[in-house]
């Protein structure tokens, strides 16, 4: 199976801050690569897949980069409404799996 | 609008089954692949296994941790999606979620949209 690993586990940053957030694969997956938000007690909300491209709906203060193994996720102006759990996930091959999780919280 | 409503979660024994069910409304339901998504309690998330659509004769995939055990399957009269446990064990134990999926250009498949959760307890 495809290994993610998320980097950092957990961030704290104020408003206003321009906040990055890190997934590396353990083989080249290409751009088959999902972001989602995930708040406290609640579904996981599909935020950018094709690893740059924004669902229908989603800010455009949210963006994604990158390609083959590493991948970025930016929130481009932090706001108390983004204080949630981002996860990465591949789509390349059977099994989908997911990174382990980045906690942003608001300073 | 698109709608995913799960059901069926409760407290079942270790080696129990149980049958969880999603009801999905605003979109044709025989059209799309369809998942389900589990995430232990405290724990990030882990997929379970999918049901493809229609044209592919809704064939499925199962995570190594569920095959043999766990049976996804679908009822389009009904716009449902169902999720067969049998021989649970307290590992098992989670929010369950339905997802849609959809293909992009590339003809991969992504979630887009997400039921709210059914929580399953394995506990004698």
């Known amino acids: 199976d495809i290994r993610m690993t998320q980097s950092p586990s957990s961030l704290s940053a104020s408003i206003g801050d321009r906040v990055t957030i890190t997934c590396r694969a353990s083989?080249?997956?290409?751009?088959?690569l999902a972001w989602f938000q995930q708040k406290p007690g609640k579904a996981p909300k599909s935020l950018i897949y094709?690893?740059?491209s924004l669902q229908s709906g989603v800010p455009s203060k949210f963006s994604g980069s990158g390609y083959g193994t590493e991948f970025t996720l930016t929130i481009s102006s932090l706001q108390p409404e983004d204080s949630a759990t981002y996860y990465c996930?591949?789509?390349?091959?059977?099994?989908?799996?997911f990174g382990g999780g980045t906690k942003v919280e608001i300073k | 609008e698109v709608q995913l409503v799960e059901s069926g979660g409760g407290l079942v024994q270790p080696g129990g089954s149980l049958r969880l069910s999603c009801a999905a409304s605003?979109?044709?339901?025989?059209?799309?692949?369809m998942d389900w998504v589990r995430q232990a309690p405290g724990k990030g998330l882990e997929w379970v296994g999918r049901?493809?659509?229609?044209?592919?004769?809704?064939?499925?995939e199962y995570a190594a941790s569920v095959k043999g055990r766990f049976t996804v399957s679908r009822d389009g009269s009904k716009n449902s999606l169902y999720l067969q446990m049998n021989s649970l064990q307290s590992e098992d134990t989670a929010v369950y979620y339905c997802?849609?999926?959809?293909?992009?250009?590339?003809?991969?498949?992504?979630?887009?949209?997400w039921g709210q959760g059914t929580l399953v307890t394995v506990s004698s």
């Open positions: 996930q591949h789509y390349d091959t059977y099994p989908p799996t």
């Open positions: 083989q080249d997956i290409r751009n088959y």
């Open positions: 049901t493809r659509d229609k044209i592919n004769s809704y064939s499925t």
């Open positions: 605003g979109f044709t339901f025989s059209d799309h692949y």
């Open positions: 997802a849609r999926s959809i293909r992009d250009s590339s003809g991969h498949y992504n979630f887009d949209y």
């Open positions: 094709a690893a740059s």
